[in-house]
């Protein structure tokens, strides 16, 4: 029977090997490599938690990565390390790794720090966008050099106005309203825009099911394009211009003359 049981376990512990030769670098929590009393104690490669800054060297060449890392011993990471996987036109890629000492019950990788990784670039970034791990962008583009400007979720060089998807998507960011917010159509001529906002109310459940999960607060936003993006000028509810002619007559009576009331 005994021996029955140490071949499962050899099987089972190549397995387990093949598993985690197959899935590459893991993405660490914020305990880092998990202790497992039944692996024996070997490091393993992580990429960090999260990656919170970068910069640049007069060159242009040399980047320092600051990244959040395990803390909590001497075993929950080393060799904090940076290395430019690939280039083009537009981008250079970067990996961010480290390793640490999994399958140890005596290691207590518990907290968080942060570490900071270089690696010397081919040649200048430039106006290139520098991409971390895949998840993380920056540009020096409209940066407060040697640090580089963390991208947004709409990218490094989002359009900040015209009539474009990505100008309303900042637009509805500008406005002080809950997450999840939907937009309504939209009205614009490239320097003003107007359009109604919704955010659901009510129990956190699916629409029809209880009274009150359909409940939503509708809003109607009118916009002025500026040099930063498009800025708020008034809200209201009614129909038509008088909302917006209230605080700003100049709006066009052509965007706005034909809106239905909110309900």
């Not at 395990?70 to 990471?77: A, H, I, Q, S």
């Not at 290139?128 to 990218?155: I, Y």
């Not at 459940?205 to 993006?229: H, I, V």
Request: glycine content about 10%; charged content about 20%.
């Amino acid at each position: 029977m005994q021996s029955k049981r140490s071949l499962a376990a050899v099987l089972l512990s190549a397995v387990a090997v093949l598993l985690l030769g197959a899935c590459g670098t893991l993405r660490a929590g914020p305990g880092g490599g998990p202790a497992t009393p039944s692996q024996s104690p070997h490091w393993q490669t992580f990429a960090p938690i999260g990656v919170t800054a970068a910069r640049l060297t007069a060159d242009g060449r040399t980047l320092s990565v600051v990244a959040e890392v395990p803390e909590g011993g001497k075993t929950c990471v080393r060799d904090l390390k940076a290395a430019v996987t690939s280039t083009s036109d537009r981008t250079v890629w970067v990996q961010v790794t480290y390793a640490s000492l999994t399958g140890d019950p005596d290691a207590h990788c518990t907290g968080t720090t942060t570490g900071t990784a270089q690696v010397r670039l081919p040649s200048a970034l430039g106006h290139r966008e520098l991409s971390v791990d895949n998840d993380t962008t920056f540009t020096a583009d409209d940066a407060a050099l040697p640090q580089l400007r963390l991208c947004g979720d709409l990218g490094c060089h989002p359009a900040p106005t015209g009539c474009t998807p990505a100008s309303y998507d900042q637009a509805v960011m500008a406005l002080d309203v809950p997450d999840h917010t939907q937009r309504g159509d939209e009205h614009c001529d490239g320097k003003w825009l107007v359009f109604d906002v919704s955010s659901r109310m009510g129990p956190a459940c699916p629409e029809g099911e209880a009274p009150g999960c359909g409940a939503s607060l509708s809003d109607r936003w009118f916009f002025r394009a500026q040099k930063s993006g498009w800025t708020p000028v008034a809200r209201g509810r009614r129909g038509g211009c008088a909302d917006v002619h209230r605080v700003e007559p100049a709006f066009p009576a052509a965007l706005c003359a034909g809106l239905p009331p909110l309900d």
